[in-house]
């Protein structure tokens, strides 16, 4: 055996009865004569020539072995130390030095082990050198020969005597044994430098025994790590071909396991090295600063955020909370992670202008005139601003007055901001009113769209224990405006959301009160902040679906659509110039017409604002400005002509009233949706059945009612309506709303709903002028409604003339505009007999009291018969 295979065998892993493993006490003069070969067998006499000596059965000594397998060829230290082992090693010692070891099945067999307790198969090993330590054991050093059988135990005392048989490998020489052994040759040289106490010799050893396959599986597997029953499995193999495959299959999963485990470290290794290299950076760093006397990076980012943190005048809460904050940045390293998280933090507190204002000297005056600049009309909105302009204007007088007739500093005046909600359709001037007051007023503007949001934190924030935590968007708007009493204009308030992640609603609660806004606390920045200076001004198409409770914080200033008259001024003064400059045009090009811009208010548009109005002046210039740079002539003065043929035909037509009116049993009513109002026209049709009732059209519960209700005062009151009693027996009626799509609900299509009915059973048609609204009862008393202004304002853009409304909405019409109660002629009613009078024709009344009369005559002459029958009996 030559120097490379010294260290062939590994430790063991536990000793059996008989033998105890590698590296029990004393062992080391053994193993060290094992690793400097002084024991190994000389090259002339290996073990294939002392196989050859031994016949194919014999009478060996046998000695289990306790979790341990000695491999043909192999060099391995053993230890033993029970009585008959050690008598055996003796016995054996003074004779050929030959013994059988083999594996006893069970390792924790402590007692001796007899011939049921150990494996059929073993190997035939010669003992090199014995050495006895104090404690009375052996260590030995011995070399597998042969594999063998063990056929029988032919003596049990003093120690085990076993007749053995020989049971040499099959050996085959073919293409795929050079292959498999130069597989193995492959794998066990990648093993070797992966594993560290395996040294480089083992490489070269097994290079030497290429041609012997056998021997090769031995030297290799006696090398590895691998468990008593897999050497033993490898044993029992007779093929060497097999063995060559499984010993391939093992150490393809050990390079895995190696592989992945030194990919690991490495990786460990890397990022550990990287660490310390930047630790040693920047403590280089740190010392290269203070020789030339400058401070490191975060020392210069702490003394910056100290400086910002005495220059915030913060509150004292807020300033505690800061420097509380710095003083933990202080203590860590710039590369935590709670660095940043602290960083951010002190810059959203040190950036917020806690007492910075930017409200300047209060003019009235200009106020006034700035508004009348931006707005049209809108007077109830301008009265209120300056209300609160006028309110804060005296409290800042008597607050210095104050001061100097005490001589000292008089406690500042709190001034509870105005939560102010415009209210109405969409295109009056709700957001544009806002800036115009921001103007006014000489303060920033900040706005914040509601719509959509449905997560709490949106308002409030998230709290810093989360990952990227931020403020909330009030907390942001009021940061990019600068100022801590900016004009705050909350977009949409009606179109906030409400799910599982809170309702943002309640969290405006705090912020739109004016006696508890002056400490709102947001998540993140967790101090007080005062909104009591902010102008909170909220907008909303309607009120349905704001809550009862956000509601009541906030003053209601309702904005209705526009006349026609309002229009056209706001398109001369606003609109037209505004799209002239737009679209690249002057007045010296075009000019506007009254004619054209009423054309397109009242024929190609029908809406409470003027979006739709200013969309069509874009297109007439975009037209005119196309034409302008193609050399084409253009009109120096727009008319209805000229708007025709830019615009195309008309959209909307006042004759549709005619129209839709023209056959009996047809009404118009007046609704009010987010957009403003608009007219409907209310269909009944009489077809023959049994009394049944269908209403159709998308309507609401309380709309069917009001149908319901209307049938049964027309039924009630037919004999009054000159109907014919028991109409309803054979019929059955049909009610429907066009515009099926649009859902529908309310109770004040009452009276155009009786309307229909009654003019469908007598065939009157109804006056194409007269819109009606109201609700109606089983007794035909007609009660309040909502939204008179809205509706009045849609009526006199269809072109309706007349108005029949409840008595009891009368105060309502002094919100109107003065020309709109002079183009309209409002009919108050109290009972449906007023409204019938003033929405049926001449025609109607008359047949009434020709009914009426016929129904006298008829009485009269039931009378006189009865009469003439009493005289002739008597």
């Known amino acids: 055996m030559t120097d490379d295979t010294k260290k062939q065998a590994p430790p063991t892993d536990a000793p059996d009865e008989e033998v105890d493993s590698v590296e029990a006490p004393g062992s080391d003069t053994i193993e060290n004569e094992i690793e400097t070969g002084s024991v190994e067998l000389d090259d002339e006499r290996d073990a294939s020539e002392e196989v050859t000596e031994v016949p194919d059965e014999e009478e060996l000594p046998l000695l289990p072995l306790r979790g341990t397998v000695v491999l043909p060829t192999t060099l391995v230290p053993l230890a033993a130390a029970q009585a008959r082992s050690l008598r055996l090693i003796d016995d054996v010692m003074a004779g050929d030095r030959r013994v059988a070891l083999v594996m006893q099945k069970d390792p924790d067999l402590a007692d001796g082990a007899g011939a049921d307790d150990i494996l059929e198969i073993g190997s035939i090993a010669s003992i090199h050198q014995m050495m006895r330590v104090p404690d009375g054991s052996m260590r030995l050093a011995v070399q597998g020969l042969e594999r063998v059988r063990v056929l029988e135990v032919i003596q049990d005392e003093p120690y085990l005597i076993a007749r053995v048989r020989r049971e040499p490998e099959d050996v085959e020489s073919s ?118 006397g400058e401070g490191s990076e975060s020392e210069a980012e702490v003394d910056e955020l100290r400086t910002k943190i005495e220059a915030a005048g913060m509150p004292e809460e807020a300033e505690k909370e800061a420097r509380r904050e710095l003083g933990r940045l202080a203590k860590l390293p710039t590369a935590a992670a709670e660095y940043g998280v602290i960083k951010t933090y002190l810059d959203w507190l040190t950036s917020m202008p806690w007492n910075t ?41 008597a607050s210095q007055k104050a001061a100097q007739d005490s001589g000292d500093d008089a406690d500042p005046v709190i001034n509870r901001e105005p939560i102010l909600c415009f209210v109405g359709p969409p295109g009056v001037g709700k957001t544009s009113l806002a800036q115009s007051i921001a103007r006014s007023l000489g303060r920033e503007m900040t706005r914040m769209s509601l719509g959509g949001v449905r997560d ?192 195309g035909r008309p959209r909307y037509y006042y004759e549709e009233l005619a129209a839709r009116t023209s056959q009996a049993g047809v009404s118009i009513g007046v609704g009010v949706n987010a957009v403003g109002g608009d007219i409907m026209f209310i269909e009944a049709s009489r077809m023959p059945g ?51 799509a649009i859902p529908k609900d309310g109770p004040s299509a009452g009276t155009a709903m009786t ?67 002079e183009d309209m002629i409002f009919v108050l009613a109290d009972t449906m007999d ?23 005559t008829n009485a009269e002459m039931a009378a006189s018969e009865v009469v003439e029958s009493a005289v002739l009996v008597g």
Not at 236 to 264: P, Y
Not at 373 to 392: P, S, T
Not at 707 to 733: H, M, Q, W
Not at 844 to 852: C, S, T
């Open 175 to 292: 293409v795929e044994v050079q292959a498999l052994g130069r597989n193995t040759l492959d794998l066990f040289q990648r093993l070797v430098a992966l594993v560290p106490h395996l040294p480089d010799e083992l490489v070269t050893a097994a290079l030497n025994v290429d041609d012997d396959p056998r021997r090769l599986v031995y030297l290799v597997a006696s090398n590895l790590r691998m468990e008593p029953e897999q050497r033993q499995g490898l044993l029992e193999i007779d093929s060497v071909t097999d063995k060559l495959k499984t010993l391939n299959a093992f150490l393809t999963k050990e390079l895995d396991v190696l592989e992945l485990g030194k990919k690991i470290q490495t990786d460990v290794q890397e990022e550990l090295s990287k660490s310390q290299r930047e630790y040693f950076l920047r403590e280089q760093l740190k010392a290269i600063q203070k020789e030339l």
């Open 357 to 397: 204002s930017t409200e300047g000297e209060i003019k009235i005056s200009h106020t006034r005139q700035i508004l009348d600049e931006d707005h049209y009309g809108l007077d109830k909105v301008k009265d209120r601003v300056l209300e609160y302009l006028a309110v804060r204007q005296l409290k800042q007088e």
């Open 456 to 647: 709490e934190s949106e308002i409030r924030g998230h709290r810093r224990t989360y990952v990227g935590a931020m403020p909330g968007r009030i907390v942001q708007a009021i940061r990019r405006a600068g100022a801590n009493d900016p004009v705050f204009v909350l977009d949409e308030v009606d179109k906030l959301g409400n799910d599982w992640r809170g309702d943002p609603s309640s969290a405006l609660l705090e912020v739109l009160d004016p006696e508890q806004n002056n400490t709102f606390r947001d998540h993140y920045l967790d101090v007080a902040f005062d909104l009591s200076k902010v102008m909170f001004i909220a907008t909303a198409n309607m009120l349905d679906t704001v809550p009862i409770a956000l509601r009541d914080r906030m003053e209601i200033v309702e904005l209705s659509g526009y006349t026609d008259q309002d229009k056209l001024q706001i398109a001369k003064r606003y609109l037209v110039p505004k799209q002239l400059t737009a679209n690249g045009l002057s007045p010296e090009i075009v000019t506007w017409n009254d004619d054209a811009l009423l054309a397109i208010i009242q024929h190609y548009t029908r809406e409470a604002g003027v979006r739709g109005l200013e969309r069509e002046i874009g297109t007439a210039c975009r037209k005119i400005a196309t034409a302008v740079v193609e050399g084409r002539a253009t009109p120096e003065s727009l008319g209805r002509e000229e708007i025709r043929e830019y615009l």
């Open 690 to 740: 049994k009394g049944s009732l269908t209403v159709t059209g998308q309507l609401g519960d309380v709309m069917k009612e009001s149908a319901s209700a209307a049938l049964s005062f027309v039924r009630s009151r037919a004999n009054d309506l000159a109907l014919e009693p028991d109409f309803y027996a054979s019929s059955d009626i049909h009610l429907h709303v066009p515009a099926g």
């Open 755 to 821: 309307t229909a009915l009654t003019s469908l059973l007598t065939g009157v048609p109804v006056r194409e002028d007269v819109a009606m609204t109201g609700e109606i009862t089983l007794r035909g008393q007609v009660l309040p409604v909502g939204g008179i202004k809205d509706k009045a304002l849609a009526a006199r853009r269809s072109g309706v003339t007349t108005f029949v409304l409840p008595r009891r909405n009368e105060v309502d019409l002094d919100d109107l505009p003065p020309e709109l109660k």
């Open 834 to 856: 007023d409204v019938l009078e003033a929405a049926m024709p001449e025609e109607f009344a008359n047949r009434r009291r020709l009914h009426k009369s016929d129904a006298r």
